[in-house]
């Protein structure tokens, strides 16, 4: 057990493997069992792809549940590999996703399409993490048109949800109570307020969106709109047979080239959505790291880069996957960090308690009793994730803004990659800043347009001194 040996500031134990730093369960990182029970339990949010795959390429049940395993086998090589993240889907990307592969007839030509999107992007993100380009790539395009990227993701999961035939109208009582109770949850200042004078509500916000999956169970059969479940025993049944002969190079063939071309667009917009992902994983690290002074963690974006490259890469030709393999679950991600806080004597190191989880979410995908509850109401778990990310992304992508001018360009552009997808989006986004720019094209302008608010609060209160 390695991990009793790390000195006071230094890093984990690990295996040197080039950008790599192997560490295995048990002997260089303590197994964290509360993290491993909740994981076991938080499944069910993978699960939630498995109508994505359904309703997108005709899956069935059986094979999408390969895919889900596929990918939840592929979150382990984060932590096992250096990467301290809970990596997720690139969840505000999804409905771009879902639209520009929706463009293409059902059936052969559609698996093609998401096939060679998520071969691009996986590729992209290895180059760029082998030569260490992906930070200045992010910033040469211009503000407005990162804002109104971001905005058009948050846009497009919002549309998804609540556009004719959407799934707001297959389950409208449960989605409305399961998205009030959520936001209450997670974004309500009075319920940030009270929940630390409680120590059942601050097990309820550390649960993330878990609780409200399991109230949904519930809800749903009661106002009619999914049966309950009937739970089943014994071990889930993936179908890869099926999936290699049916949905991948191995039983269709390779994708043509124009494939390729055609979604390089779509690959840009989704990589600066997911770029945003690796900023916010950076972010919440380095906090982590400022307080726990005992363990150093070494987060280089450059092997997040390769590790979820990689991931992408070979998913595309073994399980093609709509939800993309993203660097981050948010979500999850402050909810282990936040116990990780508390102290070496809570969590040993933050390695344990990301691997933990992630160990947790496959032996879930494997127990039958745990996948057959949550079946019936996987489309309102999805729904309900993507109004949190569209609320996410929106927030965030006003933020990216610098000016009044660059938010009237992102709207615009928001709006068209919503309903016209990412090559009419880019499109506009270059004319509108170079009209309004020109020379100043990458840079935009900055008239304070967030700060504004606080210089006059700022005077007023001089004023009054």
Same mark, same amino acid.
């Given at each position: 057990?390695?991990?009793?040996?790390?000195?006071?500031?230094?890093?984990?134990?690990?295996?040197?493997?080039?950008?790599?730093?192997?560490?295995?369960?048990?002997?260089?990182?303590?197994?964290?069992?509360?993290?491993? %029970?909740?994981?076991?339990? $938080?499944? &069910?949010?993978?699960?939630? &792809?498995?109508?994505?795959?359904?309703?997108?390429?005709?899956?069935?049940?059986?094979?999408?549940?390969?895919?889900?395993? #596929?990918?939840?086998?592929?979150?382990?090589?984060?932590?096992?590999?250096?990467?301290? %993240?809970?990596?997720?889907?690139?969840?505000? /990307?999804?409905?771009?996703?879902?639209?520009?592969?929706?463009?293409?007839?059902?059936?052969?030509?559609?698996?093609?399409?998401?096939?060679?999107?998520?071969?691009?992007?996986?590729?992209?993100?290895?180059?760029?993490?082998?030569?260490?380009?992906?930070?200045?790539?992010?910033?040469?395009?211009?503000?407005?048109?990162?804002?109104?990227?971001?905005?058009?993701?948050?846009?497009?999961? %919002?549309?998804?949800?609540?556009?004719?035939?959407?799934?707001?109208?297959?389950?409208?009582?449960?989605?409305?109570?399961?998205?009030?109770?959520?936001?209450?949850? #997670?974004?309500?200042?009075?319920?940030?307020?009270?929940?630390?004078?409680?120590?059942? #509500?601050?097990?309820? /916000?550390?649960?993330?969106?878990?609780?409200?999956?399991?109230?949904?169970?519930?809800?749903?059969?009661?106002?009619?709109?999914?049966?309950?479940?009937?739970?089943?025993?014994? *071990?889930?049944?993936?179908? *890869?047979? /099926?999936?290699?002969?049916?949905?991948?190079?191995?039983?269709?063939?390779?994708?043509?080239?124009?494939?390729?071309?055609?979604? #390089?667009?779509?690959?840009?917009?989704?990589?600066?959505?997911?770029?945003?992902?690796?900023?916010?994983?950076? /972010?919440?690290?380095?906090?982590?790291?400022?307080?726990?002074? !005992?363990?150093?963690? !070494?987060?280089?974006?450059?092997?997040?880069?390769?590790?979820?490259?990689?991931?992408?890469?070979? $998913?595309?030709?073994?399980?093609?996957?709509?939800?993309?393999?993203?660097?981050?679950?948010?979500?999850?991600?402050?909810?282990?960090?936040?116990?990780?806080?508390?102290?070496?004597?809570? $969590?040993?190191?933050?390695?344990?308690?990301?691997?933990?989880?992630?160990?947790?979410?496959?032996?879930?995908?494997?127990?039958?009793?745990?996948?057959?509850?949550?079946?019936?109401?996987?489309?309102?778990?999805?729904?309900?994730?993507?109004?949190?990310?569209?609320?996410?992304?929106?927030?965030?992508?006003?933020?990216?803004?610098?000016?009044?001018?660059?938010?009237?360009?992102?709207?615009?552009?928001?709006?068209?990659?919503?309903?016209?997808?990412?090559?009419?989006?880019?499109? &506009?986004?270059?004319?509108?800043?170079?009209?309004?720019?020109?020379?100043?094209?990458?840079?935009?302008?900055?008239?304070?347009?967030?700060?504004? !608010?606080?210089?006059?609060?700022?005077?007023?209160?001089?004023? %009054?001194?």
């Amino acid at each position: 057990m390695l991990w009793k040996n790390r000195q006071y500031g230094e890093e984990s134990p690990f295996i040197p493997l080039g950008p790599f730093k192997l560490r295995l369960p048990f002997v260089h990182y303590k197994f964290e069992w509360p993290d491993y %029970v909740q994981g076991l339990l $938080m499944c &069910a949010v993978d699960l939630a &792809a498995i109508p994505l795959l359904i309703e997108l390429l005709g899956m069935p049940f059986e094979v999408a549940l390969a895919v889900v395993m #596929l990918n939840g086998l592929f979150y382990l090589t984060h932590h096992l590999l250096g990467d301290p %993240v809970i990596p997720g889907w690139i969840t505000p /990307a999804i409905p771009l996703i879902m639209a520009y592969v929706s463009t293409f007839p059902e059936g052969q030509e559609r698996v093609y399409a998401l096939i060679s999107f998520q071969l691009m992007l996986g590729i992209l993100s290895l180059f760029l993490g082998i030569t260490g380009l992906a930070s200045k790539v992010v910033n040469l395009i211009p503000p407005a048109m990162k804002s109104g990227i971001i905005l058009g993701a948050g846009f497009a999961a %919002v549309i998804s949800v609540f556009q004719v035939g959407g799934r707001f109208e297959s389950f409208p009582w449960t989605i409305t109570i399961a998205v009030g109770i959520s936001f209450y949850l #997670l974004f309500s200042k009075h319920f940030n307020s009270i929940k630390n004078r409680n120590k059942y #509500l601050q097990l309820l /916000a550390k649960l993330g969106i878990f609780p409200i999956i399991v109230i949904t169970v519930f809800i749903a059969p009661i106002f009619k709109e999914a049966p309950w479940p009937t739970i089943e025993w014994g *071990f889930s049944k993936p179908d *890869f047979a /099926a999936l290699w002969s049916e949905y991948t190079v191995f039983g269709l063939g390779f994708p043509p080239l124009e494939m390729f071309i055609t979604a #390089l667009p779509t690959v840009l917009a989704t990589y600066i959505v997911l770029f945003g992902d690796v900023l916010q994983s950076k /972010a919440l690290i380095d906090e982590a790291d400022e307080i726990r002074q !005992d363990e150093k963690i !070494d987060y280089n974006p450059n092997r997040a880069h390769l590790v979820f490259g990689g991931r992408n890469s070979i $998913m595309s030709i073994l399980g093609p996957d709509v939800t993309m393999c993203g660097p981050l679950w948010a979500a999850m991600q402050v909810v282990v960090i936040e116990r990780y806080k508390e102290g070496k004597k809570v $969590m040993n190191s933050l390695f344990g308690g990301s691997g933990s989880f992630r160990w947790g979410t496959n032996t879930g995908l494997l127990l039958l009793p745990i996948v057959s509850l949550l079946e019936p109401i996987l489309g309102i778990a999805l729904a309900l994730t993507l109004l949190i990310q569209g609320y996410v992304s929106v927030r965030v992508g006003v933020l990216e803004a610098k000016s009044q001018r660059d938010l009237g360009i992102a709207g615009i552009i928001g709006a068209i990659l919503a309903t016209k997808g990412a090559t009419w989006a880019f499109a &506009a986004g270059i004319i509108l800043c170079l009209l309004i720019y020109g020379k100043q094209f990458f840079k935009g302008e900055n008239d304070e347009t967030f700060t504004k !608010d606080m210089k006059k609060k700022d005077e007023r209160a001089s004023q %009054v001194s």
